[in-house]
């Protein structure tokens, strides 16, 4: 996962994404085209324990550069969508697991990525409020945009186009196209 979102680089083989070999790319180079087209689900959600939910989910933006304005806009949009808008002056530690998630998915949603890579992200939700996360993405991915997801859920990976089940790094079954 660490490699596919730009964070870390892979020892063989060659990545292409948006045609650019990533191998060869600078640290600022792989920051940029990451912030472009990525959103990411963490397992551990990595939420800024100082910043409320708003700015956490603004920081995507702020780093492409988005005025204020459409910022605040575009986060509490994303806040919506994922039943967080009326938390978004809550600190990480004012928020239960659940919602913490929902912030973190809300962060990955904001830029309108066309990859998302999610792991475990509907581990700390509830099955109605992971129900309604799985159809956010399913949503997503009719619209185009790839999810990539990790999950030890099999209703949740049922409701997966494609599956590949890894077992200790190899792959073991796939199905889907």
């Known amino acids: 996962m660490n490699i596919m979102g730009l964070l870390d680089k892979a020892d063989a083989g060659t990545y292409l994404l948006k045609n650019r070999n990533v191998a060869a790319l600078t640290d ?6 990451r912030n472009q087209n990525i959103g990411f ?3 551990q959600f990595n939420l800024l ?3 409320n939910a708003m700015q956490n989910v603004a920081l995507p ?3 492409r ?3 204020p304005a459409e910022t ?3 986060v509490l949009a994303a806040l919506a969508r994922v039943g967080m808008h009326q938390y978004a002056h809550h600190r990480p530690t004012q928020l239960s697991g659940g919602q913490q998630q929902r912030v973190a998915i809300a962060r990955a949603l904001v830029t309108e990525p066309q990859v998302i890579l999610a792991d475990e992200p509907t581990g700390a939700l509830d099955s109605r409020t992971g129900n309604e996360v ?3 993405f399913l949503s997503l991915h009719a619209q185009g945009r790839s ?4 999950t030890h859920d099999e209703q949740i990976a049922a409701m997966c186009e494609r599956k590949i089940t890894l077992v200790d790094g190899v792959v073991m079954a796939e199905t889907g196209s």
């Open 49 to 51: 324990p100082r910043f």
């Open 65 to 67: 550069g988005i005025g």
């Open 134 to 136: 799985m159809n956010l």
């Open 147 to 150: 999810i990539i997801m990790i």
């Open 72 to 74: 605040k806009e575009r």
């Open 41 to 43: 689900v963490f397992q």
């Open 28 to 33: 600022d180079e792989a920051a940029e085209l």
């Open 61 to 63: 933006l702020i780093y």
